[in-house]
């Protein structure tokens, strides 16, 4: 689940500053952030084998918790800020926060899962776009894009760097390179004993900006880049995001943590891109390997 942006002004000077009070790890921390991440990930895994048209995304989110229970564990999401529902399903033009409902998937549609798991008092956080069969050539490229995006932030997520510099990997590649809308408004987050921690993670940026990153510092990096406009509206629910031209928009994510050299990857795509190849209504996206 993503953070919204939150900027405070100096009044006095007209500068904007930002406050930020960040929490780095212990390794015994990290490996509870890693077990909560995974289970994200093997529900998604297990989500992956069962899509296909026909199936409403009510009774994924209802399976999504029973999976997550029978795991010793509570969804994050449910009654957060008051959301009512144990995930996140956002359907083709929904950014984020979508609600899940009785609308039967169809064929061509491409749904984002986000999904949040506390356990051990530590919370994982990430998501996943699925295409239910082919979604056409340009949504095809803006997921693929989409997730190359996220791992270039997050080669960018290591130490004595700064999170100006994760953004503006993303931002490069997916706007700069491919003339798409990255979203302003929604941004990832630090991630921990609360689900939403400093720093905020922007999808753009300038190289050299923000708090610098240290080891320990473990993050939610998740890039929403939309196909047309990067603008963005918010249903009268109060949480759904949708595009503002109403075409489709594409959300992946991954808890790290950073490290010197290299960023360690807590969450696993691989056991989600297995299902998800294995399962013939999926349109699979390209995996991606950090360099």
């Not at 359907?91 to 549609?109: A, C, Q, R, S, W």
């Not at 051990?120 to 998501?127: F, M, P, R, V």
Request: glycine content about 10%; hydrophobic content about 35%.
């Amino acid at each position: 689940m993503c953070d919204a942006t939150m900027t405070l002004w100096n009044t006095t000077a007209g500068n904007i500053i930002f406050y930020t009070m960040i929490y780095y790890k212990t390794e015994t921390e990290i490996t509870m952030i890693r077990e909560s991440a995974r289970l994200v990930s093997k529900t998604l895994a297990t989500l992956a084998a069962t899509l296909k048209p026909g199936i409403t995304t009510l009774s994924i989110d209802k399976m999504i918790g029973e999976f997550i229970r029978d795991h010793q564990a509570e969804p994050s999401f449910l009654n957060y800020k008051g959301y009512p529902f144990n995930s996140c399903i956002s359907i083709n033009d929904v950014v984020v926060h979508g609600f899940p409902n009785e609308e039967e998937l169809k064929e061509g549609d491409i749904l984002t899962i986000d999904i949040g798991v506390i356990k051990n008092g530590y919370h994982g956080d990430h998501a996943y776009t699925f295409a239910i069969g082919f979604p056409g050539e340009e949504v095809e490229q803006l997921i693929n894009v989409t997730k190359e995006s996220l791992y270039k932030g997050i080669e960018k997520a290591v130490s004595g760097n700064r999170v100006g510099d994760i953004a503006f990997a993303i931002q490069d590649h997916t706007e700069k390179k491919h003339g798409y809308g990255v979203v302003r408004e929604l941004v990832g987050h630090g991630v921990g004993r609360s689900l939403h921690e400093d720093p905020q993670v922007p999808n753009y940026g300038k190289r050299g900006t923000g708090p610098k990153l240290k080891e320990g510092l473990t993050l939610a990096i998740e890039p929403m880049i939309n196909l047309g406009t990067k603008e963005v509206y918010t249903e009268e629910d109060g949480w759904t995001v949708r595009t503002e031209d109403g075409k489709a928009s594409v959300h992946f994510e991954h808890n790290i943590c950073v490290r010197r050299g290299k960023a360690e990857i807590l969450s696993d795509y691989s056991i989600i891109e297995a299902a998800e190849k294995a399962n013939a209504n999926l349109h699979g996206s390209k995996p991606v390997v950090l360099a």
